[in-house]
Nanobody, 122 residues
Framework: QVQVVESGGGLVQAGGSLGLSCAAS????????MGWFRQAPGKEREFVAC????????YYGDSVKGRFTCSRDNANYTVYLQMDSLKPEDTAVYYC???????????????WGQGTQVTVSS
């Protein structure tokens, strides 16, 4: 049973912007921090961003700090990832997930979506 659905991926030139959305079920979303990860071919899944259940705090991976912004709409059970100043190395499949543990690693998250492809051309 799919509990989160990511959307908004696509092809963009380096330096451009793209916005991702993650729609979740009420049961999956409410009261939980939500996060974004990404995985490039041949690489491990990498932490990108996380936002607390009330949106009061956000956390980012070092490689995206200052360029990506995570937000959420609790009324519509949706979390967003605004990506600016994109680089070719940002190319990956981006996943949304629910945080159930303390660390910003994939094993501390569940309810993974199918992912959405982001490709940044140079």
């Amino acid at each position: 049973q799919v509990q989160v659905v990511e959307s908004g991926g696509g092809l963009v030139q380096a330096g451009g912007s793209l916005g991702l959305s993650c729609a979740a079920s009420k049961r999956t979303f409410s009261g939980y921090a939500m996060g974004w990860f990404r995985q490039a071919p041949g690489k491990e899944r990498e932490f990108v961003a996380c936002i607390t259940w009330n949106g009061g705090s956000t956390y980012y991976g070092d490689s995206v700090k200052g360029r990506f912004t995570c937000s959420r709409d609790n009324a519509n059970y949706t979390v967003y990832l605004q990506m600016d100043s994109l680089k070719p190395e940002d190319t990956a499949v981006y996943y949304c997930a629910r945080r159930i543990g303390g660390a910003f690693v994939a094993t501390a998250f569940d309810s993974w979506g199918q992912g959405t492809q982001v490709t940044v051309s140079s």
